[in-house]
């Protein structure tokens, strides 16, 4: 095999941070290459360079040979290398067509056009409609317009970050077919993902990254998940212990409960039922889009419902407000982390503050307590480990990771009675990952009940103690999670088999 990008002695640094130190790999013709690293390892900055985002401040880079320093993504989309972002950027009022040709240098006529999409959908085991809005597509039909727009510019390279983390199993199956696929036609892969059994089904080699330099590399298959865990964090890797499921009195109950959703595009709530029991951790699994912002709304308070739809602990609380419901013992942590769980332009501090004012007493009077304050916000950087120059940053500058951490351990620091978080892991590496559901497990085990929203069946398999599938907008019924099987969770998520038809948890 030919070297398609060689990368050398490729460095970046930002005030107060070296992203990338001294960086050294290479990528071959049709290879599948993983690039791996803990949540500020280096890993965006890295690919964000490679695409024309970033500009190196010293190291070079060639592709087939030839020099390559792309001072736009325009430039790099021209000589052959294309990404996938983690979050797509598509207009839902928009078709499929049409969001295409707006990532295109010179679209053709749309006859045409929508002639391609066809061709090289069907040609990938990708099918697309391109006349269909994209608003009316599920994530995974949304990620393949996402695939589909970079195989339309013929790309050399293809560059996928978190690219199945929200797919169900059956999903993530046909994307490794196309990746396969590409890898046969010569297109070479650099795969991001904290998943790392994916990366040993899937990836050829393996890049490991800490602290901005390049301290591994390893054949995936030849490792197991935790060996490579522990190649990205330098130390053996705790992994969360099984614990007795022994629950107590019900905390948090969920009767009819039925909410129209405010987004043209989003998914309304149908007599959603459940019952959540001290020591117990639900989980609940579903393709994003099918209600979990809105059943996250209707649990924080952020959308009032009749009151008798919502108890704690035997009272009627879906009349109330956030503030009133935090003060109560009900916490909530959104999915998205800027400019829901917290404000991009604000500090840790202050973020720490926005949450944390009543049930940690930060302010007296109307006047913020800035030493307490700051005490929190230490002692989550600290428990959490944060990775952080201080609690004064901004949170827009913190990794996705890393503010993920941040978030929860918020939550989690003010002794909840109830915690609802909806993708708790999503981005994490593998040691964050695992300290976060360790601590989901403690807050448990300590008395208070956890209701965990995700699209990551591997998480919910391991930190659950019952479980339900959200489709369309309506919950199964909840089951024991022992003894359930990925692939036919997979099904459920997909509306094709009821989760009624188990005997109850």
């Known amino acids: 095999m030919s070297v398609l990008l060689d990368i050398r002695n490729l460095s970046k640094s930002y005030p107060g ?36 985002l970033v500009r190196p401040d010293s190291g070079t880079m060639a592709l087939n040979g030839e020099k390559f320093a792309p001072p736009k993504p325009f430039f790099a989309r021209q000589k052959g290398v294309s990404m996938v972002f983690q979050h797509f950027s598509l207009f839902e009022a928009l078709t499929v067509a049409e969001n295409i040709s707006l990532g295109m240098g010179v679209a053709p006529n749309r006859k045409e056009l929508s002639a391609r999409i066809r061709t090289v959908s069907n040609e990938y085991g990708l099918p697309l409609d391109p006349d269909r809005l994209i608003g009316d597509l599920s994530v995974g039909e949304r990620q393949r317009v996402e695939i589909i727009r970079c195989l339309l510019q013929n790309p ?3 560059i996928m970050d978190e690219p199945t983390s929200v797919l169900t199993p059956q999903e993530v199956d046909i994307l490794f077919g196309t990746l396969r696929k590409l890898s046969e036609n010569g297109v070479a892969i650099l795969y991001i993902s904290h998943k790392l059994d994916e990366i040993r089904t899937l990836c050829d080699h393996a890049t490991v990254l800490r602290h901005g330099k390049v301290v591994d590399t390893c054949i995936p298959a030849e490792e197991t998940a935790k060996s490579m865990a ?17 629950p107590g009195d019900v905390l948090l109950e969920i009767s009819g409960l039925s909410l129209a959703s405010d987004d043209p595009f989003g998914t309304s709530l149908k007599n959603v039922n459940l019952s959540l029991r001290r ?11 099918n209600g979990q912002d809105e059943i996250l709304a209707a649990l924080s308070g952020e959308r009032k ?14 009349n109330l407000g956030p503030n009133e419901r935090r003060k109560i013992g009900l916490l909530t942590g959104p999915e998205e982390r800027l400019g829901h769980a917290a404000a991009p332009a604000m500090s840790l501090a202050e973020n720490a503050f926005l949450t944390g004012r009543i049930r940690k007493g930060l302010a007296n009077k109307g006047f913020m307590k800035h030493r307490k304050i700051a005490d929190f916000a230490r002692q989550i950087v600290e428990e959490f480990d944060v990775r952080t120059p201080g609690i004064r940053v901004a949170a827009k500058a913190l990794s996705g990771g890393n503010l993920q951490k941040f978030v929860i351990g918020r939550e989690i620091l003010q002794d909840p009675e109830v915690l609802i978080v909806n993708q708790p892991t999503w981005g994490v590496d593998a040691a964050a990952a695992a300290s976060i559901r360790r601590a989901i497990r403690d807050l448990a085990e300590g008395g208070a009940a956890v209701l965990v929203i995700s699209q990551d069946l591997d998480e919910l398999m391991e930190i659950s103690d019952t479980f339900a599938v959200l489709s369309e907008g309506a919950l199964s019924k909840p089951r024991l999670a022992e003894g359930l099987h990925v692939d036919e969770i997979g099904l459920m998520m997909g509306g094709q088999l009821e989760g009624e038809t188990h005997a109850d948890a």
């Open 305 to 318: 419902v009749a009151a008798d739809m919502i108890k704690l602990d035997g009272a009627s609380i879906g």
């Open 156 to 158: 050399r390279l293809l």
């Open 17 to 52: 941070v070296k992203a990338n130190d001294d960086v050294s790999f290479s990528i071959q013709v049709g290879e599948i290459h993983a690039l791996l690293g803990e949540n500020g390892a280096g890993k965006s900055t890295l690919v964000k360079m490679i695409y024309g």
């Open 279 to 289: 020591g117990e951790v639900m989980g609940i699994a579903g393709v994003a889009g």
């Open 230 to 246: 522990e190649m990205m964090i330098g130390a053996e890797l705790e992994m969360p212990k099984a614990k007795e499921f022994s």
